[in-house]
């Protein structure tokens, strides 16, 4: 064993160590840098030998050996750095803030990989070659299409063998009729894998050529539906002699013969971790582009290391969901793998094993939907996983939130390029407002900033819900500005904490920071719907702010060699509610770029306008003043003064969550035609504008007579714990 001894100095946090579950902020804790599989509270999946300090230095150790980290728990201000080495090989960094030390740490082992477009989609996993299906005669099983339900066994017992393609007179129990499922329930699909390992293969044909021209054949007609597909692989990624065709692998015939664009390495096989882990995501990712006409590797991967990142993405095991605690450990989870250099981070969607919990259900798809990846890992336990198996409301809830996912497709794939040499795309508070000693430790580890201009926080504990499922939730930090509710419009001032906000079971608590820009689209469910011949932005005007919105081919690994587009999009807004956006003209190229194309604003704002101007280079757009969103789709050039925008638009047809309002604040539309976005500017110019929406936590006016007096008893002081109470203070609304 090697030992590093260094001095912490007071109020310095630390951050790092890979994927440590339930943990971001290590002062005065200690981590282990140890290949565990471990994948609940406390455990560690991904270790990585890497961590920084807010005193500008971080540190690698240039090893594979097991480690310790201790930042002060056993004796404070010490900090004490070991593996299991009898030598020293050690990088400090030495640098301005955390973004650059994520840099040098990249310089040294490699920037995160920018997935495919189509994986920020849903993926859906499952085994379909290899289980038998009997009627159930007991009520419980799986729902089919036949209306009858049905138990699966992995060993023959005289029902019906599921396949792939369903050509067996079979078709409910293949991997197609699942894909079909996600297309009947107009639910969001990008990937989906029908497994091949544990036993399961992709064919049942003498040969494993054979085998191959079936998954192909599937292939096919999951990306005639928009759908890409995958394997799972829990052996080799190469042909061995003495395996059955069933069970044998070829990644070069997978990818090039089959189509194969995503890779998910199991445990069995990558579990060992450390070097082999490394070497063995780092070969699959050289054959899916050399193989795949330069395919861009989107691998899942567990039991990473420091350079996985410039491979793989992660996930972080096999859980059991249904429970709340599922949720309220991966969200810190989420947070420290982005501050240790990998910002591409899953975990299965209410677990692998349990569920059936419909609060809890519902609440994970809503908190995922602002994450890089979704991960259906659906059959391995008692209890199916698609986004419908609740019934309603919860899939009129969970279609709402992978529709809104895909609405903002733009600005997640911009931060997403932006995570590749920037922040993370799941951002500590700090990284986003103020760093001070509140956000820097794990005050604030229950929220984070999606990108620069959401703020997401989940519901992770039942606070006060009734039987429908609906909540509030406490200690929301607000950093200094101007806030709104997304799904309400309501106005909240930073720089606090908010308690008792209510949180119906539809509704996430998310947050918009005013001066946001946010590049969205309409709603689809896959890349092959998505509208390239349009833009829209979603903009909540004040103050002047500006963001970069990226794109590419999605699918290629030609952005690496700059082909790509940037578009410069600034807003302004005075306190005479003058509001100037001006979009610039898009610079770069890459091939499938559809320079036409239509520009749609939505101005979020209280009352309607005095006047609104638009011009397109040195041209000045005669704009139409239109009476009906009806209207304002079917026209060009048009604008349109939305009082009650509805975002209930995904409920189930007939359901009893159809009728439920979920209304936002007024929204000014804009409408343009298409135009040759890389050839001028597009300014668009708002004079009246007021976004002066209510705060429904202040229902009282005038001045506090008095201060909080602390009343807290002396049962409420415990070792490590204080309780505290105070008396009501007259006119105060919330503290």
């Known amino acids: 064993k090697t030992i590093v001894t260094l001095k912490a100095n007071e109020g310095e946090f630390f951050y790092g160590g890979g994927v440590q579950n339930g943990r971001y902020s290590h002062a005065g804790k200690q981590i282990a840098i140890e290949n565990q599989n471990s994948w609940t509270d406390g455990g560690v999946s991904s270790p990585t030998p890497f961590f920084w300090s807010t005193n500008g230095y971080g540190f690698m150790w240039h090893t594979f050996n097991k480690g310790t980290y201790d930042f002060g728990a056993e004796e404070a201000g010490i900090v004490t750095l070991s593996h299991d080495s009898d030598y020293l090989d050690v990088f400090f960094m030495v640098n301005t803030d955390g973004v650059a030390l994520l840099n040098d740490f990249y310089q040294l082992t490699g920037n995160p990989v920018l997935m495919p477009k189509f994986g920020f989609y849903m993926g859906h996993l499952n085994a379909y070659n290899r289980d038998y299906w009997t009627e159930s005669t007991d009520g419980k099983g799986m729902l089919y299409e036949d209306g009858k339900r049905y138990k699966e066994s992995q060993s023959y017992n005289g029902g019906i063998k599921e396949s792939l393609n369903g050509e067996n007179n079979n078709y409910q129990f293949s991997a197609r009729a699942a894909i079909d499922r996600y297309l009947s329930q107009d639910m969001p699909l990008g990937w989906f894998l029908p497994n091949d390992g544990y036993g399961c293969g992709y064919g049942q044909t003498e040969t494993h050529v054979g085998n191959v021209q079936n998954l192909k054949e599937f292939g096919n007609y999951a990306r005639a539906n928009g759908v890409e597909i995958g394997l799972w692989t829990e052996s080799n990624l190469h042909p061995r002699e003495g395996v059955s065709a069933l069970l044998q692998r070829d990644l070069v015939r997978e990818v090039r013969d089959a189509g194969v664009r995503v890779l998910k390495t199991d445990v069995a096989w990558v579990g060992a971790g450390y070097s082999f882990g490394l070497n063995g995501v780092a070969n699959a990712a050289g054959i899916m582009t050399y193989y795949g006409k330069n395919a ?42 982005g501050l240790s250099g990998q910002p591409n981070i899953t975990s299965d969607v209410d677990g692998i094993f349990g569920g059936k919990n419909t609060p809890v259900f519902v609440r994970e798809y809503q908190w995922k939907a602002y994450t890089p990846m979704m991960l259906n890992m659906d059959g391995w336990g008692a209890n199916e996983k698609y986004p419908h198996a609740l019934g309603e409301p919860a899939t009129s809830i969970n279609r709402t939130y992978m529709k809104i996912k895909s609405e903002l497709m733009p600005y997640t794939y911009s931060i997403a390029r932006e995570a590749v040499d920037g922040k993370p795309m799941i951002r500590a508070m700090f990284l986003e407002g103020e760093a001070n000693a509140f956000t820097m430790s794990e005050a604030t580890r229950y929220q984070y900033m999606y990108g620069p201009y959401l703020l997401v926080a989940p519901i992770y504990q039942n606070t006060a819900m009734d039987e429908k499922g609906n909540d509030i939730r406490n200690n929301i930090y607000l950093p200094e500005g101007t806030w709104y509710d997304y799904f309400t419009g309501e106005t909240y001032e930073g720089g606090r904490i908010i308690n008792n906000f209510d949180a119906p079971l539809w509704k996430l608590p998310v947050f918009v920071k005013a001066g946001a820009i946010i590049p969205t689209t309409e709603p689809n469910n896959n890349l092959k719907e998505a509208n390239k011949a349009l833009r829209m932005y979603e903009i909540y005007p004040q103050g002047t702010t500006s ?63 005095k006047k609104i101007t638009v011009k397109v280079g040195n041209k000045k757009i005669k704009l139409n003043k239109v009476k009906s969103i009806e209207n304002f789709e079917k026209g060009e050039n048009v604008w349109f003064f939305d009082k009650k925008p509805n975002l209930n638009r995904f409920a189930t047809k007939g359901s009893e969550f159809e009728e439920v309002d979920m209304i936002k604040n007024p929204v000014i539309m804009v409408k343009l035609a298409k135009s040759d976005i890389t050839a001028a500017a597009t300014t668009l110019t708002i004079k009246g504008f007021e976004m002066d929406t209510p705060n429904s936590l202040l229902t009282t006016k005038g001045e506090f007579k008095s201060t909080p007096e602390l009343i807290s008893k002396d049962e409420d002081y415990q070792a490590y714990t204080i309780k505290l109470a105070w008396e009501k203070v007259k006119k105060a609304d919330y503290y």
């Open 296 to 337: 861009r590797p989107f691998i899942i991967s567990v039991d990473g290391w420091a350079g996985t990142q410039r491979y793989a993405t992660i996930w972080t095991g096999d859980q059991t969901g249904g429970e709340w605690e599922y949720i309220r450990y991966h969200i810190p989870t989420f947070i420290g793998s």
């Open 547 to 609: 963001f970069i919105e990226y794109d590419d081919d999605g699918v290629t690994e030609l952005y690496r060699k700059g082909e790509f587009t940037q578009t410069l999009i600034e807003q302004s807004c005075d306190e005479k509610g003058n509001v100037t956006v001006n979009i610039h003209p898009t610079e770069g190229d890459f091939d499938g770029f559809v320079k036409e194309k239509v520009t749609i604003f939505k101005i979020n704002a209280s009352k309607a306008p």
